[in-house]
């Protein structure tokens, strides 16, 4: 049986805390100039039907590091679900390489792409989620906060990809994990009852930024509107206006709280300059994280 990346949920506790782990000692290796090339001699496809400046950079910069050679393949390369069947492309690309990273729109193309494919998947995002962000976020909560105990983490904005992936984390980590954005921008609800089901962790929808960052750990936004909803920005732009992150509330939460983005961030709209280049901001700690998450989510395939 082939290994893939797909759902966080799809891995215990205890094998995510392994991840993690050999996430921190593969960002030190890297710092510290170590040589380290797990992947010599392998190659990777990387499949692009939404486009991403952050995800092609540590993608194709961890596996080369590591020894291997990264393959890029955009919209033009690839006709994902247009152009040629989903379990065709997959058959063919993972007999040329050693593993393949998509960033899809639909996640039943996600799916499918594993089912057929002979080489590991690592889901890269899709509309529905993006798990390798969150294992990102997660170490970096870790790294600053020195544990993940007692966790309160506040997004806000919009019920998105990136929420369904905290979400799921929730089911295993404990957390109390609050969404708060305007009515009608709710996560899913299958996702919701994840957390419930699990039973170890709390999840609190709410309409009230004051309320919502009350002792918050972290707050945490995104665009207000995502690649595919552009038509949507003047309308979001209203209805999201109350919920902007900026300096009067994060000076709200009673408690010292870190600020997440996983960008790209619209300054002026989602947050605010200040806040992105306040102290408590960790966005580009962040942001170098997903290659060191992402590189030990990768090595965990092969080797399992």
Known sequence: MVNHFLHISDYSKEELLGMLHLAKEIKAKFHGKESYKPFKDRSLAMIFAKPSARTRISFETGFTWMGGHAL???????????????????????????MIMARLFDHEHMIELAKYADSPVVNGLTDYNHPCQIMADILTVWEHRGHLDDLKITYMGDGNNIVHSWLQLASKFPMHFVCCGPEGFEPDETTVKMVEDSG??????????KSAVNGT?????????????????EAREKLFADFQVNEKLMDSTGKETLFMHCLPAERGREVTDGVMEADYSIVFDEAENRMHAQNAIMVSLIEN
Not at 72 to 98: C, H, M, Q
Not at 200 to 209: C, D, G, M, R, V
Not at 225 to 230: P, Y
């Open 72 to 98: 890029f393949l955009g919209p033009n390369d690839i006709g994902v679900g247009k152009r040629e069947a989903i379990k065709d492309i997959s058959r063919v690309v993972s007999r040329y390489n050693d």
């Open 200 to 209: 170890i962790s709390t999840f609190e929808l709410s309409h009230n930024p």
């Open 217 to 233: 750990d972290v707050i945490y936004t995104d665009v207000w509107a995502s690649m595919g909803q552009k038509d949507e920005v």
